[in-house]
């Protein structure tokens, strides 16, 4: 009679197994990538990408960041907390004061002749700017215009600017346009 080798029992392996698989999956850390969520602006042809517009000086805020990730707006040192409601002056420009960018007359949808901003915001940021602070800067500029449209919204409409229709968001639109313009970074700033 030829003896019997025992057997490992593996009826609790499969057990094992999951417990493990439910524990690594408990306890990984995902990580968020973080990005801006930006619509890309029409392809323009050649020629008319060679039409250097000429824009006053007072129609544009200079935003900076160097590489310590200190930043500067408007050539004086600023904390990030700030940028926004300077952002919003800058666009807004309420008293159409002399320092602030220039407004036109234009006729819009909803609510007839208004005065619109000609204002740029122009980013520039140094090549060892941190990501973080990039898109805390980047944040605060788009955040700026989308409290000033959710302003308006709110006092013309009664409601806010993403529960209204496409039209009515294109007239807000085109009293605050969304123009910032992202400088290549350099290296020194």
Same mark, same amino acid.
Do not use: C, H
């Given at each position: 009679?030829?003896?019997?080798?025992?057997?490992?029992?593996?009826?609790?392996?499969?057990?094992?197994?999951?417990?493990?698989?439910?524990?690594?999956?408990?306890?990984?850390?995902?990580?968020?990538?973080?990005?801006?969520?930006?619509?890309?602006?029409?392809?323009?042809?050649?020629? @008319?990408?060679?039409?250097?517009?000429?824009?006053? #000086?007072?129609? +544009?805020?200079?935003?900076?960041?160097?590489?310590? !990730? /200190? *930043?500067?707006?408007?050539?004086?040192?600023?904390?990030?907390?700030?940028?926004?409601?300077?952002?919003?002056?800058?666009?807004?420009?309420?008293?159409?004061?002399?320092?602030?960018?220039?407004? @036109?007359?234009?006729?819009?949808?909803?609510?007839? #002749?208004?005065? +619109?901003?000609?204002?740029?915001?122009?980013?520039? !940021? /140094? *090549?060892?700017?941190?990501?973080?602070?990039?898109?805390?800067?980047?944040?605060?500029?788009?955040?700026?215009?989308?409290?000033?449209?959710?302003?308006?919204?709110?006092?013309?409409?009664?409601?806010?600017?993403?529960?209204?229709?496409?039209?009515?968001?294109?007239?807000?639109?085109?009293?605050?346009?969304?123009?910032?313009?992202?400088?290549?970074?350099?290296?020194?700033?």
């Amino acid at each position: 009679m030829a003896k019997k080798i025992p057997e490992i029992p593996a009826a609790s392996l499969a057990d094992i197994a999951f417990m493990l698989l439910i524990f690594f999956l408990v306890t990984t850390t995902m990580d968020v990538d973080s990005g801006l969520r930006r619509k890309l602006p029409q392809w323009a042809p050649d020629q @008319e990408q060679n039409d250097d517009q000429q824009i006053n #000086e007072r129609n +544009v805020f200079v935003v900076l960041v160097n590489k310590n !990730n /200190d *930043l500067l707006v408007e050539g004086d040192y600023e904390q990030i907390e700030n940028l926004r409601e300077r952002a919003k002056e800058f666009m807004a420009n309420p008293y159409n004061a002399e320092n602030l960018p220039e407004k @036109e007359p234009m006729e819009i949808p909803y609510f007839g #002749e208004q005065m +619109v901003t000609k204002g740029v915001i122009s980013l520039r !940021n /140094d *090549l060892d700017t941190q990501y973080g602070t990039y898109l805390a800067v980047q944040n605060e500029l788009v955040a700026a215009i989308n409290e000033l449209r959710d302003e308006l919204a709110k006092q013309k409409f009664g409601k806010a600017y993403v529960d209204l229709d496409g039209d009515q968001q294109d007239a807000i639109k085109k009293i605050y346009p969304s123009r910032i313009s992202e400088a290549e970074p350099k290296g020194k700033i």
